[in-house]
Every structure is written in structure tokens, then in C-alpha cells.
């Protein structure tokens, strides 16, 4: 059995003392939420931190809430399987409803959070893309300070994030606002548990027969979940007929920059695109409609 | 000086143990405690041969650190049977022939047993989805999954647990 390098360990009990060790250790340290990314890339070898700090032990981060201001928040330690089982996210959050549904193992969904799943910051997060249409914000959190910024600027690069030392994402909040558009998430995986070739998420709100505003975001196709802004602007405003909505999905593919991988070719990824942005803008207007 | 103590139960036994932070709980399960049942296998959370329950819910013991089970309540493979009675799910596997090499069995067992204390009755596609994270290489599935239904059914007419296995 290969086993794990041994680290120092810490359980602190809030937030402030968590930020503090993970200051200290720098980018020696890492966050244990879930650890079912964490743990088997330590057991590989890939990374061997100095210090493990858990998050396991401190309170209230455990939550899915509806505040007053009707906006969602999803905790740190929220795990996937929560996130999935939620009456609320199922009826108003069909996109990440979808997309958490479709990750296959009920182990991982029971041990891993929606937080950490985003800092981890893997292109083809299912839950990142949901969110980009949702118009998610993170909570960030460190010793003196907290920010809150929209999840497009949270990613910049593979495995990079705009985190600081020191700094923790507390939280996930979803506007009320959301609820209005239709939401869908697709995604083509070649078996349930694999990782996505390319998934799409799509949110649409409707009024007089138009588009009047639309989100579509995609995974797998750039070193970050992207929004393709072009197909966004292209379907402002216009009836979303089959023709309009075959138009966009062209200008979503052109803007994915894909590589060839062990899942797909670039060329191939950049093809799906086009099916999967079709279908899904298609399901987000029907759902928008009704 | 880096070790700890935790305190945990498993199978309705408590132990307070000394381990490093940096062992998983199957470590800790196989290695300490001798309950050699849970299977080591993939170490990355892709196969579930190593599932266990912890305060009910199906956990990797590969994927966590030992130090996330204290105070916790833990079932594994070998706490299922009361004595020599086998639980209908082990009953199920065995008489559907839901069993071939066996190394999977403990995670798919314990994965079932997840499942059907959550939904009692649930269809065939359920128990795909509820099985989606344990792998078989030996039975193509047809067999657990018609295992799994059986002792459903079992359980559902009350049959708690069996003892008259011939």
C-alpha cells in the first residue's frame, strides 16, 4: 500500500485560526475539506504538503440556506450529495442540480464539497461551469480581511486560483435572480464516473418571445471554465429559433482554445461543443417557457 | 510528537488508538485493528472497494484521513452480521451468486446497505445509481444488482437479519 508523507496536521476551530496556519505554511500548506481530491493526490505522490490544515472542525460551514435577500449559500463543507439532495437547488438551480447529479459515485458525492471541488480549479469542474451561469460569488475569507467575487474571477489557470496565502473560500452564493432564466447543464463523458470531454452549461431568461439575457459556459475546452461571450451577446434579444440557437452554438465552439488529451482530440471537443451548446440552450428555453 | 489519539467506534466497539495524521482510515482499520474485510485497492477513490460507513454514510476509507473518523461512528464488513447471523444483504449476495472473486463485495455490501437505509424500495435504475461508485471486475453487475433488489425485498417483509443458512 503506498501510503501518504507524513505532515503536520491542524484542526483549527475557525476560520481566522485556519487562515493564520495556512498564511505560515504558505504554499506549503494545504485545505483538507472533503480530501477526495486532496488525499489520493497525496497517495500519488503528485503533492506532499508540509502542513494539512482541515476544515472539518469548524462550525456552521456545513450549510445550504436561502437568506433573506433570497440568496442561496452553499458552505464550505457542504458536501456534493447535499448539494444534490436539495429540494431548493433542484427546483430553482437546474444546472447544478443537473450537473452534481450526473457525477456518479455516491462516495464522492457524500465526501466531496462543492467548494473544494472549485479549488481545485480543474477546467473540467461540472460544478464550476453550473455555477458560471448561475451567476455565482465566492466568500473569501482570510485573517484581516473578506472579499466576495464573481466565480468568473476566481480561475486563472489550470490548478490556479486568485487565492492569496492565507485566504479560504468560505462560501458559495447564488443570486435570487438566477431562478428567473432556465437553466440546463450537459456534459459527454465516455463512462458515468469519467471526467467530462467537454460539459456546457446554459441559463436563459425569456421575455415577449426574445432572449433577454443569456449565460453559456463551457468545460474542458480552455485551461478554465470559460464563458463563450460572443454566443451570449449573438442571442441578446433575439426569438430563440432553431436556426438562432444552431448560430450560436458555432460562436460558443469558436471561442474554446481545447488540447488533445487521453478523453479527446481538440477537434473533437470543439464538434461536441456545438451539439452539446445547441442542446442545452434548447432545454434551458424550454424550461424558461414553462 | 506528531502522533495523536483518537477515539472512534467501530462496529459498536469503541477504541482510542495513537496514530500519525498522515494515515488513512483503512490504514488504521486493516493495520490496528486486524479488520482486514475493508479491501485496499485502487488508493484513489475510483473503485469503493474499500467503502465503509461512517455515521451511516458511504465513506472511501482509502480517501480519508484517519484523524476525520474521531468521534465517529464506523461500520464495516465484519460488524454487518449479528454473531453468526447474516444480514439479509450478505444472504442476497450470496444466494443470487452476487459473488465471484470477492474483493469488491465488502464495498458493494456496504454501498447496498447505504442505499436501501435511505430508499427501501428502490427500482433497478436506483440501484445502478446507488452502486455507481464500486466497481466489479469479475461479474458484470446483472447478478449484485439482482442481489441487491432481493434482500430489499427481504428487509422490506421485515426479514432482519438470517441465521437459518442450512
Given amino acids: 500500500m503506498r501510503v501518504l508523507k507524513s505532515f503536520e496536521y491542524f484542526e483549527p476551530r475557525t476560520i481566522g485560526e485556519a487562515s493564520q496556519v495556512l498564511f505560515m505554511y504558505d504554499i506549503k500548506a494545504k485545505v483538507l475539506a472533503g480530501g477526495v481530491d486532496l488525499v489520493p493526490s497525496m497517495r500519488r505522490h503528485e503533492i506532499q504538503p508540509e502542513c494539512v490544515v482541515s476544515l472539518q472542525r469548524i462550525p456552521g460551514l456545513d450549510t445550504i440556506v436561502r437568506d433573506e435577500a433570497e440568496c442561496l449559500r452553499i458552505g464550505a463543507l457542504t458536501s456534493l450529495r447535499s448539494v444534490e439532495l436539495s429540494p431548493i437547488i433542484k427546483k430553482d438551480f437546474v444546472a447544478l442540480y443537473e450537473a452534481v447529479h450526473q457525477i456518479a459515485s455516491i462516495q464522492v458525492k457524500t465526501m466531496g464539497t462543492a467548494v473544494g471541488n472549485l479549488c481545485i480549479a480543474t477546467p473540467a469542474s461540472d460544478v464550476a461551469t453550473a455555477l458560471f451561469v448561475l451567476g455565482a460569488r465566492l466568500r473569501i475569507a482570510s485573517v484581516e480581511a473578506e472579499r466576495i467575487i464573481p466565480i468568473e474571477n476566481f480561475f486563472i489557470g489550470l490548478h490556479q486560483t486568485i487565492l492569496h496565502p492565507g485566504e479560504i473560500v468560505t462560501e458559495v452564493l447564488i443570486p435570487s435572480s438566477s431562478t428567473e432564466a432556465g437553466s440546463a447543464f450537459l456534459k459527454l463523458v465516455r463512462m458515468a464516473t469519467d471526467v467530462s470531454k467537454v460539459n456546457v452549461a446554459v441559463a436563459v431568461t425569456v421575455t415577449n418571445n426574445a ?3 443569456a449565460k453559456v459556459a463551457l468545460g474542458s475546452v480552455a485551461p478554465t471554465v470559460i464563458r463563450a461571450r460572443k454566443a451570449e451577446e449573438f442571442l441578446k434579444g433575439r426569438r430563440l429559433e432553431h436556426k438562432t440557437i444552431v448560430e450560436a452554438a458555432e460562436l460558443a465552439a469558436e471561442e474554446t482554445k481545447p488540447i488533445t488529451d487521453i478523453r479527446s482530440t481538440a477537434e473533437y471537443r470543439k464538434e461536441i461543443t456545438k451539439v452539446l451548446v445547441r442542446r442545452a440552450i434548447q432545454k434551458a428555453l424550454d424550461r424558461a417557457s414553462s | 510528537m506528531r502522533q495523536q489519539i483518537i477515539k472512534f467506534t467501530v462496529n ?12 488513512t482510515l483503512v490504514e488504521v482499520l486493516r493495520d490496528q485493528l486486524g479488520l482486514t474485510g475493508t479491501k485496499f485497492s485502487c488508493g ?3 473503485c469503493g472497494a474499500c467503502t465503509v460507513l461512517m455515521d451511516g454514510k458511504p465513506t472511501l476509507s482509502c480517501c480519508i484521513l484517519a484523524m476525520s473518523a474521531r468521534d465517529k461512528n464506523i461500520l464495516t464488513i465484519e460488524g454487518l452480521a449479528e454473531r453468526n447471523l447474516l444480514h439479509p444483504i450478505q444472504k442476497a449476495f450470496i444466494d443470487c451468486g452476487a459473488i465471484q472473486c470477492g474483493f469488491c463485495t465488502p464495498g458493494m455490501i456496504l454501498s447496498t446497505k447505504a442505499l436501501l437505509d435511505s430508499n427501501p424500495n428502490p427500482t433497478r435504475e436506483e440501484v445502478k445509481r ?5 466497481l466489479c471486475r469479475c461479474t458484470g453487475y446483472v447478478k449484485i444488482i439482482d442481489a441487491v433488489l432481493a434482500a430489499a425485498e427481504t428487509i422490506r417483509e421485515g426479514g432482519k437479519s438470517y441465521g437459518q443458512s442450512e
Fill in chain 2, 12 to 23: 459498536g466497539r469503541q477504541y482510542e488508538l495513537t496514530i500519525e495524521p498522515h494515515m
Fill in chain 1, 211 to 213: 432572449c433577454k439575457e
Fill in chain 2, 130 to 134: 446507488g452502486l455507481a461508485g464500486n
Fill in chain 2, 44 to 46: 484513489v477513490g475510483e
